[in-house]
């Protein structure tokens, strides 16, 4: 086993989107190492039957906050939760987030309201309200604190036929690799996860099917990608998950912007969808 650098033993994670797919397991990821959790979604019976799983499994203490981050005030009513029940959060993983398939002209307009509103307003806003106490986190006990926000390889180029998931995941990526340099001098672990097709509920949420020809990342696979840059001494900026999808992300940097916004149309456009 590789050796262990992040410890969040004795802190508490908040995990958004812990209902399902890679929340639930960043969830169980962080329990095994030691963390309490706060876990939210919409799904209460979902985050309940999980922190049941992990009190059994890890004696991890779980509060399940079950709301909806893209309303309106949820950022703040799940920020006022926490002081009131005195939680100082350690490591936030802003892992809620959808996807809409099809071109935008087709799209339902609230839908796309709610997307960047989960993807991009309220991981900016709940990543601005915690980061003092990930800090706080950080300098009290090195290497225990980590901000893991969830972008995708979709971010590294425009994604027709899912135009704003793209857009919002580009967002991501730019506003976690800027946070990882501000706060640098602090140890605060901070990365963006850059996963290509993964194995969950999204596709379904999404509205399409994952491309056949090419097999899916499991929810493991972008686990042992997050926990391998968290144990780094220096954490990347970001961390891309699956080999062929490192390679991908690289060649899109260096091809010309044209050809590469071409032939992403052609694939995403043509895929099957549900
Ligand atoms: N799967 C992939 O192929 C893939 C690839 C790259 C990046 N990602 C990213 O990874 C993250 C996790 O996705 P996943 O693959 O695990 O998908 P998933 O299985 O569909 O899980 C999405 C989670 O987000 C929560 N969520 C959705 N809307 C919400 C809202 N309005 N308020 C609060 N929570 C909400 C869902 O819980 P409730 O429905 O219970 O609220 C669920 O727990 C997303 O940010 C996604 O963009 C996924």
């Known amino acids: 086993m590789r050796n262990r650098v992040f410890n969040p033993i004795g802190t508490v994670a908040l995990v958004t989107g812990a209902s399902s797919g890679l929340g639930a397991g960043y969830a169980r990821e962080l329990a095994q190492r030691g963390a309490d ?15 049941v799983e992990l009190a059994e499994k890890y004696g991890t203490v779980s509060t399940v906050i079950p709301l909806d981050l893209a309303a309106p005030g949820g950022v703040a009513e799940l920020v006022n939760d926490l002081h009131s029940r005195d939680i100082t959060i350690g490591t936030l993983v802003n892992n809620a987030g959808f996807a809409t398939s099809g071109d935008l002209v087709d799209a339902d307009p609230a839908r796309l309201a709610e997307e960047v509103s989960l993807n991009v ?17 950080s300098r009290a006990q090195p290497a225990s604190a980590a901000l893991v926000n969830l972008a995708s390889t979709a971010a590294f180029q425009p994604v027709p036929g899912m135009a704003v998931y793209g857009a919002t995941k580009a967002y991501v990526l730019s506003f976690t690799e800027a946070l990882w340099y501000e706060t640098r001098a602090s140890g605060l672990k901070v990365t963006a996860i850059c996963p290509g097709a993964v194995d969950t509920e999204f596709f379904e949420v999404a509205g399409r099917r994952p491309d056949s020809r090419r097999a899916l990342l499991t929810v493991a696979e972008v686990m042992r990608t997050t926990f391998a840059a968290l144990d780094r001494a220096s ?18 940097g260096r091809l010309p912007h044209r050809a590469v916004v071409n032939a992403v149309g052609r694939m995403n456009r043509s895929g099957p969808t549900a």
Request: glycine letters at 6%; proline letters at 6%; a positive charge.
């Open 121 to 137: 307003a309220a991981l900016t806003a709940l990543t601005r309200a915690l980061l003092p106490d990930l800090l706080h986190t």
């Open 235 to 252: 954490t990347p900026p970001h961390a891309v998950s699956g080999l062929r999808n490192t390679v991908l992300a690289g060649v899109a």
């Open 37 to 51: 959790l706060v876990l939210t979604a919409r799904r209460q019976e979902r985050l309940e039957g999980l922190a």
